[in-house]
């Protein structure tokens, strides 16, 4: 594979990095903390302003702070950094599994610079009506980052699924 087929993908990694950081700069402008910007579909989908200073479904919200600064922000970094070093070393990945992980690399991205760069936690902002699934009111907040992460890793997961049936 040659090495601009490599790195067409990372193209949804910047996308999703920009997107997401331009969503959560227009959410700090002009939604308040703990604020309801816009209620849609009678209360079901909320634009709020909600900050998160731990990890997926705040876990990890009573850390000491140096401990949440490894594990939320130097791991992830190095983690990131050897993803993207495996993507632009191999060949064994197709098509949309490269872009599938270029698209969670974005959303990890885009987290990370929350992490790194905003002391109250990372942006939160799209709220959903739960209708007490799994003992829950409303699905935790999440951002484009977040969302980037879960379609792509799921797009990730079908495709490896997928990709041995046809082997």
């Not at 990131?80 to 495996?86: E, K, N, Q, S």
């Not at 270029?102 to 990890?108: D, H, N, P, Q, R």
């Not at 992460?149 to 041995?164: D, E, P």
Request: charged letters at 15%.
């Amino acid at each position: 594979m040659e090495n601009s087929d490599r790195r067409l993908p990372f193209i949804l990694t910047l996308a999703v990095v920009l997107l997401d950081q331009l969503t959560k700069w227009l959410i700090t402008v002009f939604i308040p903390i703990h604020g309801i910007g816009a209620s849609f579909m009678g209360g079901f989908f909320r634009i709020i302003h909600a900050r998160n200073t731990a990890i997926a479904f705040s876990i990890g919200t009573d850390m000491p702070q140096a401990l949440k600064i490894i594990l939320f922000s130097a791991v992830p970094l190095i983690v990131l950094g050897v993803i993207a070093f495996y993507l632009l070393k191999t060949d064994s990945l197709t098509k949309l599994q490269r872009w599938a992980a270029c698209g969670i690399l974005g959303g990890g991205a885009g987290n990370l610079v929350d992490r790194i760069f905003r002391p109250l936690g990372v942006v939160d902002f799209l709220d959903v009506k739960f209708y007490g699934l799994f003992g829950l009111d409303r699905w935790p907040t999440f951002n484009v980052a977040d969302a980037a992460i879960v379609v792509c890793g799921f797009l990730l997961v079908i495709s490896f699924f997928n990709s041995k049936k046809i082997s």
